[in-house]
T-cell receptor
């Protein structure tokens, strides 16, 4: 059974810093790795999807990488802004649904 | 991406009653899922909603407690039956779109409080 772990559980950084969120998974035979953002009391917004054959994906200030051999994915956020404050979730899975980590609660200090 | 509407967005219910949550998608999708997010926790998959047949439940979830319907490719319902305070959670509908697509999208969730 796939297990997904996210470190750190919480992170607070000043505005403008670059930061990295970490996600690890136990089963390297993953189908997809997807990163989401969740704002308080809201649903999930898909940020980036990395398919198993890919190594990274980029969208604006966000870059996600995938290393299946080590069971790790990272989400890099460049030039952080207060609006980036949210909980970031990574999830592994595919057509059978997703297994989620517990998330990283990110606060960007103005 | 798919636009997903969930109703209700929140509700406060008495223990022992049932609540049905609706999920409507603006386009036909291949897969629909229901997740639960307990307070302070991450998301846990409840079941896959199968069109025209019984849902596929994950370990720890049963049809009598969480009956699911999916009459067509754009609509599904989740019922939380005989509720107790432990059922207080956010319930989220998720879809995967076209055949061959793999990206999952989520509705805004239903925040349920059982008193």
């Amino acid at each position: 059974k796939q297990e997904v772990t996210q470190i750190p559980a919480a992170l607070s950084v000043p505005e403008g810093e670059n930061l990295v969120l970490n996600c690890s998974f136990t089963d390297s035979a993953i189908y997809n790795l997807q990163w989401f953002r969740q704002d308080p009391g809201k649903g999930l917004t898909s940020l980036l999807l990395i398919q198993s054959s890919q190594r990274e994906q980029t969208s604006g200030r966000l870059n996600a990488s995938l290393d299946k051999s080590s069971g790790r994915s990272t989400l890099y956020i460049a030039a952080s802004q207060p609006g980036d404050s949210a909980t970031y979730l990574c999830a592994s899975g595919g057509a059978d649904g997703l297994t989620f980590g517990k998330g990283t609660h990110l606060i960007i200090q103005p | 991406s798919a636009v997903i509407s969930q109703k209700p967005s929140r509700d406060i219910c008495q223990r022992g009653t049932s609540l049905t949550i609706q999920c409507q998608v603006d386009s036909q999708v291949t897969m629909m899922f229901w997740y639960r997010q307990q307070p302070g926790q991450s998301l846990t998959l409840i079941a896959t909603a199968n069109q025209g047949s019984e849902a596929t439940y994950e370990s720890g979830f049963v049809i009598d407690k969480f009956p699911i319907s999916r009459p067509n490719l754009t609509f599904s319902t989740l019922t939380v039956s005989n509720m107790s305070p432990e059922d207080s959670s956010i319930y989220l509908c998720s879809v995967v779109g076209k055949v061959g697509a793999t990206e999952a999208f989520f509705g805004q969730g239903t925040r349920l409080t059982v008193v």
